[in-house]
């Protein structure tokens, strides 16, 4: 009987020979994740349920990666790291990432990618809605809560629903200055808010293909902005080139049927794709940023774990390049690794603090989830007044940024780079 | 935690709108709260959905630690957005015992289901648009009603199905205990 991917990994994972959508499973968990402000509360559950001196399932397959409240003076967000690094220790889990040591990486989704944790065919459930990111590895991937989380530190398993799977079909070449963030976008816009609720969003094509892996990961990152469970991209020669320059783990992969029974599939050619903007207050108000023209900008910011990625930066600084912004723009690597490569990477014998600095950007931050959704008030980035905000973030909800007043276009690096040169919502294509 | 006796919730209703995210319903700020130390989940609670814009009507008055309201009824696809537990533990802190949606965000009814921190309807038509805020109203969870006091309507739910034994055990926990499926509590 045919499956779609999706399927396959939880049937595998369920030890079923096949599963159709609607059937309630339980999977074994390959990876859990969660970081500094669901861990506390997981690791509460667990304690609680499992007992004081209870042992994880399996550490190897836990991964705690601090990285949302790091660099603030909160004394909680401080008191939460504590917790964390005190069960590290008592359960002997090795992937810790500790903000006060050398071995600090930065925003969990992100990371865990590059310590090499995502793999094709695994199940991966996070304490974070945008752990469906690694589903550009080929692995299912979704967003969990903390009790669900605590029962998976005790049991290893967790039950859940097989979803239906909607098949997203890109083909044609991306037009210049058009990113992979564009394509997500226009894809919420048409669907909805909650168009994939409870469904797996696959994404395939030639478009898809000609992706790299990090600009896959920033569309699989937002399928929870549409209501979906997982996004998921095969996986092809370039995810495991990515995979093997990271673990040397044995990999099985797990590839859909092409006769699989999906609930609906939308094509999209590649060639009609322009740079956009998601308007407040939702992810799903699509706009072309050309139709923008006239919205005035008080900030630009390019950072978290959907654009603050290597390749988030390095597109930024090919607009960045010749120009100097006219509004204050924030930078925030995603990760250590991501901050130590803007130093590095370099375009026309120019490094990217460099033209970054020349181009008038504030100082980059240290690597951490930032702004992105507000934080405590001595948040790098956060807003406090009535900014109209350009950003390379995942959501706008009214105050998600930091102040009820302030509003937030989500736009691809790109174009929030175009807008910060021109003060306005730009089309990157407009800028030389 | 929900405690209802004689399958019935009376109380005060809030109406809100579509898309209420997690953002409104407890703003990122609040997350450094950790909702299984006691005095942590009431503060939450005291917070709950005062990411509201300032035009809607407060859901806990100024100064109060838990809401006067009790029955939640609200548009499609609430509690959108992030997968924070924080969410329905808040709303569930801050008093209400049932929210009556036309649909929900997948990881915000999980969590609410896990957590049995208040049972979770779903209803076909627009009750948003229906009642007020501040309706007395009956929730009757067997047999799936809510009924406004005052005008004596009453509106049928979508029935609970496999949540119902799950919320009404106290959540995933409890329930897995219930029937079963794990060993006494450690």
């Not at chain 2, 533990?89 to 649909?103: D, K, P």
Request: with cysteine; aromatic share 8%; proline share 6%.
């Amino acid at each position: 009987m045919a499956m779609t991917i999706t399927e396959k990994i939880l049937a595998r994972a369920a030890d079923k020979t096949r599963v159709i959508p609607g059937d309630n499973i339980w999977v074994k968990v390959d990876i859990l994740l969660t970081h500094d402000i669901c861990g506390p509360g997981t690791i509460g559950v667990f304690q609680q349920e499992f007992g004081k001196n209870a042992k994880v399932w399996d550490p190897d397959k836990v991964a705690i990666i601090p990285d949302h409240y790091i660099f603030t003076r909160d004394v909680k967000a401080h008191r939460n790291i504590d917790t964390l690094r005190q069960f590290v220790q008592e359960q002997g889990i090795r992937h810790f990432y500790d903000p006060a040591g050398p071995g600090y990486r930065g925003v969990c989704h992100v990371a865990l990618p590059e310590v090499g944790l995502v793999r094709p065919g695994t199940v991966i459930f996070g304490t974070d809605s945008h752990t469906c990111t690694h589903g550009a590895l080929g692995a299912f991937a979704s967003g969990i809560g903390n009790t669900d989380a605590g029962f998976i530190l005790g049991t290893g398993k967790l039950l859940i629903k097989v979803p239906k799977t909607l098949r997203f079909r890109i083909d044609g070449i991306l037009p210049p200055r058009v990113m992979a963030k564009d394509i997500i976008l226009r894809i919420i816009g048409d669907i909805g808010f909650d168009g994939a609720s409870y469904c797996a969003m696959e994404f395939t094509g030639d478009t898809i293909s000609a992706l790299s892996i990090e600009e896959r990961m920033t569309i699989c990152n937002m399928a929870i902005e549409a209501g979906g469970k997982n996004g998921i991209i095969a996986p092809d020669d370039k995810a495991f080139a990515y995979i093997r320059n990271r673990t040397s783990a044995p990999l099985d992969p797990v590839y859909g049927d092409p006769d699989a029974a999906i609930e609906r599939e939308w094509r999209y050619d590649a060639a009609t794709l322009v740079p956009c903007v998601a308007e407040p207050h939702v992810p799903s108000n699509y706009a072309p940023a050309r139709d923008r023209k006239n919205i005035k900008l008080d900030r630009a910011y390019i950072g978290s774990c959907t654009g603050g990625k290597i390749t988030d930066f390095c597109a930024a600084a090919e607009i960045l390049k010749n120009h100097k912004v006219t509004v204050p723009t924030f930078l925030v690597p995603a990760t250590v690794e991501v901050a130590d490569a803007l130093i590095t990477e370099t375009i026309d014998g120019r490094s990217l603090v460099q033209i970054f600095a020349d181009a008038g950007c504030e100082e980059i931050a240290p690597p951490s989830c930032a702004a992105c959704l507000g934080g405590p008030e001595d948040t790098y980035g956060r807003t406090s007044g009535h900014e109209a905000v350009i950003s390379t973030t995942n959501r706008n909800f009214i105050g998600r940024m930091g102040s009820k007043n302030s509003r937030i276009w989500l736009a691809s690096p790109m174009t929030v780079a175009a807008s910060a040169v021109s003060g306005h919502i730009a089309d990157p294509r407009d800028l030389s | 935690m929900n405690k209802t006796e004689n399958n019935l919730i009376r109380g005060k209703v809030y109406v809100a709108g579509d898309n209420i995210d997690t953002d409104q319903i407890i703003p990122a700020q609040y997350l450094n709260l950790v909702p299984t130390i006691p005095e942590e989940y009431a503060k939450l609670g005291s917070y709950a959905l005062c990411g509201l814009p300032d035009t809607c009507l407060p859901f806990i008055r100024p100064g109060a630690q838990k809401s006067e309201f009790t029955i939640l009824v609200a548009g499609r696809n609430f509690g959108c957005g992030s997968s924070r537990e924080h969410a329905p533990i808040a709303l569930g802190a801050a008093g209400i015992q049932a929210i009556v949606a036309e649909s929900y965000a997948r990881i915000f009814f999980r969590n609410a289901v896990a957590t049995g921190e208040f049972f979770p309807f779903e209803t076909a038509r627009r009750l948003c648009e229906t009642f007020q805020t501040g309706d007395e109203a009956i929730l009757d969870i067997k047999a799936g009603t809510l009924t406004r006091v005052t005008s004596h309507d009453t509106f049928a739910l979508n029935p609970l199905g496999a949540v119902a034994p799950v919320v009404a055990a106290g959540g995933l926990f409890a329930y897995a205990r219930q029937t079963g499926m794990i060993g006494k509590k450690g």
